[in-house]
């Protein structure tokens, strides 16, 4: 079979497999292929569909310099930033996401960086990594309680109302902003803040599940963390782009706030190196989406998406030059 496709990012065998046997794939299994391989291949092989990552940027340059075989570009990612899909519509190359299949185990790593930035896990780790030794007295390494906590949700999609759900169990109280309030029946008991910094004022915890674009670019700032509840704890599972990481770490310096669980960052995969050495920190490398179940399902809605535009069909996920999506 002559090959019609290029997953472009080493993926997991169960992905690579069916793109193998369905399209003759020609995969990338060694590293992430650049942007210029990309089109080298697309070239050499006229290749009809791409699956790409968001580690490589697929700017207008890039998308313009495909050759007029290729009809869609299907992510393996919900965020779509690294592609200016602006570009691809004037080429007639649809590009599709895989919205969804994310939600859950983004949510979990999101519950796990509340608990983690809550109870001190870091430090934890780092006495026990010491060899433990020495009984702590009842008055030092005291975190705080998840359970009663007011959680405080920028972006209410469907990795919102996933985390929302998971924090019912902790009997939290729910807030959060949106651009518009979702129907009652998707709201899960929280309450729909008009503003941001109004909601800022009314919480414990904050947990960030915005999309990227240049209207969230630094949404949490200086401003906005001077309107936080003091000792009030964040989380960012979604953008390390929403964060403005100079004014973050001067507040967690400070104490008004208190600790943070951060999954993306601005420099990725390069961590600004003073977050490293803050113990109210508990860092992981951008994992949101890596279980084995997801990471698969993945593979599949992407090669679904492929699929049904190289068949005639309409995509599950397409994505519009005019589209602002929640995650």
Known sequence: MAPSILVSAPLPDEVVTRAVREFGAIVAQERSLSAAEIIDLAH??????????SRVKLDRTTILSLPE?????????????????????????????????????????????ILCACRRAAEYLAVMRAGWGVRHEPNELLGVQVTGKTLGILGFGRIGQAVARRAQGFGMKLL??????VAAAQALGARYVPTFHAMLRETDILTLHAPGGPATDGILDTAALAALRPGAVIVNAARGQLVDEDALIDALKRGHVRAAGLDVFRGEPNLDPRFQVLPNVF?????????????NAMGHRALDNIAAVLGGDTPLDPIVAARIGQS
Do not use: F, K
């Open 44 to 53: 050499a092989h006229q290749l009809r569909g791409l699956l790409v990552t």
């Open 69 to 113: 075989t290729v009809r869609v570009l299907a992510t393996y990612s919900v965020g779509y930033d690294h592609i200016e899909v602006a570009a691809a519509a004037e080429r007639g190359i649809i590009v599709t996401n895989t919205p969804d299949v994310l939600t859950d185990a983004t949510a979990d790593i999101t519950m796990m960086l």
């Open 176 to 181: 959060y902003h949106n651009p518009e309030p």
């Open 283 to 295: 860092l992981t490398p951008h994992m949101g989406s890596a279980t084995i179940e997801t990471r």
